[in-house]
């Protein structure tokens, strides 16, 4: 099994800047990539960014493009998520997630772990 550990949310102004970390821990070896979703009250569960475990690939929803940055470091097991230029519809719980099987990076059916999530509120 692999656990996850998110931590980095909070209350930040509109057009401020948040980093979000992911901390991986367990059976790290079978992971083949990581993302983030994030999940808005009353709404669905989304995709927002992903990152290939060897960090050669990396997606991201139309709606971050330009303003979110994802990284990660496999020596630390952590992955992170740099968002810059935060909107208000931003606002939501974020969670990690990890996939041990090959396939479309943003569907969410891929990932087999999650994280408990971690709140980013967007002021306006």
């Known amino acids: 099994q692999v656990q996850l550990v998110e931590s980095g949310g909070g209350l930040v102004q509109a057009g401020g800047s948040l980093r979000l970390s992911c901390a991986a821990s367990?059976?790290?070896?079978?992971?083949?990539?990581m993302g983030w979703f994030r999940q808005a009250p009353g709404k669905e569960r989304q995709f927002v960014a992903a990152?290939?475990?060897?960090?050669?690939?990396?997606k991201y929803a139309d709606s971050v493009k330009g303003r979110f940055t994802i990284s990660s470091d496999n020596f630390k097991n952590t992955m992170y998520l740099q968002m810059n230029s935060l909107k208000s519809e931003d606002t939501a719980i974020y969670y990690c997630?990890?996939?041990?099987?090959?396939?479309?990076?943003?569907?969410?059916?891929?990932?087999?772990?999650w994280g408990q999530g971690t709140q980013v509120t967007v002021s306006s």
């Open positions: 997630a990890s996939s041990r099987t090959r396939g479309d990076m943003a569907a969410r059916n891929l990932y087999d772990y």
């Open positions: 367990g059976r790290t070896s079978s992971i083949r990539f």
């Open positions: 990152i290939s475990w060897t960090s050669t690939t990396t």
